[in-house]
């Protein structure tokens, strides 16, 4: 096992029960406790957890990994999402993106879709080519304040891309802050495609950081449809701070493995509820 998988298995860990202990930890990757050490150590020096006595604990009450540490978890869910989502982007739309694993996988989905890999409205009048192929100039406007979505899409012609402002999380990529809120203010979006950490019934959408859920809570209230991308495993579970209630989504996106319990919730609430 290599070190970043080692440093990736053990930020898993630590993501899923709050704490590490050494021994504990050697046991699971089949490595020394003086291999663990030294990688707890090293994690602890790039600020990405708590280093203890005998282990380690998370960052912060609401522990968020790295980006790039998140992208491998139920990756095949998150790109069978995102597919789906693109199916429901026509041409011309202005799409609101915030930050996250699915959100990539959309965005990705997107770039393909708009440079003619799937479906979408098409040019049929006068000014097509004898109705066949995309209108002329962007076929869509995605709007993100995820520097990440941001490199991605700005190398595809076919898709006009707006960048907010903002300061930047290194955990997310994700632009925060007044200058991030300000452009926001100033766009106008057909659909907004939100990545959250959690749903619940109760309270509705949410994210670990306050920042991030202003600017996505933002997102939604300046976008006329609300699309929440998230794998099955987000269902039921809360974080620390409240984008908007249920009341503001028109359609989830996620996997199979939803339970019929909270899938039904959902349509209670009068959300489309599509699976994958």
């Given at each position: 096992m290599s070190k970043h998988e080692r440093w990736s298995a053990l930020l898993e860990l630590l993501a899923a029960e709050g704490r590490l202990e050494v021994e504990e930890a050697a046991s699971t990757l089949e490595v020394s406790a003086a291999t663990i050490r030294r990688d707890l150590d090293e994690l602890a020096e790039q600020q990405m957890l708590v280093r203890t006595r005998g282990g380690a604990i998370a960052h912060g009450v609401s522990y968020e990994l790295p980006l790039r540490?998140?992208?491998?978890?139920?990756?095949?869910?998150?790109?069978?999402?995102?597919?789906?989502?693109?199916?429901?982007?026509?041409?011309?739309?202005?799409?609101?993106?915030?930050?996250?694993?699915?959100?990539?996988?959309?965005?990705?989905?997107?770039?393909?879709?708009?440079?003619?890999?799937?479906?979408?409205?098409?040019?049929?009048?006068?000014?097509?080519?004898?109705?066949?192929?995309?209108?002329?100039?962007?076929?869509?406007?995605?709007?993100?304040?995820?520097?990440?979505?941001?490199?991605?899409?700005?190398?595809?012609?076919?898709i006009k891309i707006v960048v907010t402002g903002g300061v930047a999380r290194p955990q997310t990529y994700e632009l925060v802050g007044p200058l991030t809120t300000g452009v926001l203010h100033e766009v106008v979006l057909d659909v907004v495609i939100l990545g959250v950490d959690g749903v619940d019934p109760d309270l509705g959408i949410m994210a670990h950081q306050e920042d991030e859920a202003s600017v996505s809570r933002l997102f939604a209230e300046r976008a006329h449809r609300v699309i929440v991308v998230t794998d099955s495993s987000k269902m039921g579970k809360r974080a620390f701070a409240r984008i908007c209630g249920l009341d503001r989504i028109d359609v989830v996106v996620t996997d199979s493995a939803i339970s019929g319990e909270a899938a039904g919730r959902l349509r209670d609430a009068g959300i489309k509820v599509i699976t994958v």
């Open positions: 540490y998140k992208s491998s978890r139920h990756a095949s869910e998150k790109q069978r999402i995102a597919a789906a989502v693109a199916e429901l982007v026509a041409d011309g739309d202005v799409v609101g993106l915030n930050g996250g694993t699915t959100t990539t996988e959309v965005a990705r989905a997107l770039a393909l879709r708009a440079g003619g890999g799937g479906g979408g409205r098409r040019d049929s009048g006068a000014g097509g080519a004898a109705g066949a192929g995309f209108a002329a100039g962007p076929v869509l406007t995605v709007v993100t304040n995820a520097l990440n979505i941001a490199g991605e899409l700005a190398v595809r012609p076919q």
